[in-house]
């Protein structure tokens, strides 16, 4: 099975600063998701990639997947409080999203 | 649509009891998925249906998890007899795929205590 490894697992961060979350695959990605959730609540969808090297941007959060499509970073630029929560990446199996155990973001004022 | 709808909230039972967690998908998705979280293990897969068919099926802990989906816009995950490790707070999300896109909806979680 395909195994999704996220990195760092908890984040504090100023506000206002930059930061950059990783998730590395075991096998090829056929279809990497971002997804945020905050605090007590369900998942929201932030972007998806599919292509090598494809690359998306929403507001202040950008998205890559690498060339060989076995790796994905989230970067924030000038992070603010309204960032907080846990970031997860997905990877499409089938019908379905495995994910990873998410990495938790706190900003600081 | 109100999205994906979750019920209850939270509940809190007894080790042993039975408990049903209710989820509603959005009208139109065809894909409907149960998971569960916890700290130790994050998001888990257990169960995912096609077309109200059970496809996989894999990630149920065991025979004590069941889940059916009798109509399109009805689904039910059932713990019997519920334990304490049980604990943990169960999504459920659903879908529409088309071609490589399956970006899955999710509801706002049950959150589920067996004392």
């Known amino acids: 099975s395909q195994e999704l490894e996220q990195s760092p697992q908890s984040l504090i961060v100023q506000e206002g600063k930059n930061l950059t979350i990783n998730c590395t695959s075991s096998k090829t990605l056929y279809g990497l998701y971002w997804y945020k959730q905050k605090y007590g609540e369900g998942l929201i969808f932030l972007m998806m990639?599919?292509?090598?090297?494809e690359e998306k941007s929403h507001e202040k959060i950008t998205a890559k997947l690498d060339e060989k499509k076995q790796q994905s970073s989230l970067h924030i630029t000038a992070s603010q409080p309204s960032h907080a929560g846990i970031y997860l990446c997905?990877?499409?199996?089938?019908?379905?999203?495995?994910f990873g155990k998410g990495t938790s973001l706190l900003v600081t004022p | 649509d109100a999205g994906v709808i979750q019920s209850p909230r939270h509940e809190v039972t007894e080790m042993g009891q039975e408990v049903t967690l209710r989820c509603k998908p959005i009208s139109g998705h065809n894909s409907l998925f149960w998971y569960r979280q916890t700290m130790m293990r994050g998001l888990e897969l257990l169960i995912y249906?096609?077309?109200?068919?059970?496809?996989?099926d894999s990630g149920m802990p065991e025979d004590r998890f069941s889940a059916k989906m009798p109509n399109a816009s009805f689904s039910t995950l059932k713990i019997q007899p519920s334990e304490p490790r049980d604990s943990a707070v169960y999504f459920c999300?659903?879908?529409?795929?088309?071609?490589?896109?399956?970006?899955?909806?999710f509801g706002q979680g049950t959150r589920l205590t067996v004392v």
């Open positions: 997905g990877a499409q199996s089938g019908y379905a999203l495995n």
């Open positions: 990639l599919q292509k090598g090297g």
């Open positions: 249906f096609n077309n109200n068919v059970p496809i996989d």
């Open positions: 999300a659903s879908s529409f795929p088309t071609g490589m896109n399956t970006e899955a909806f």
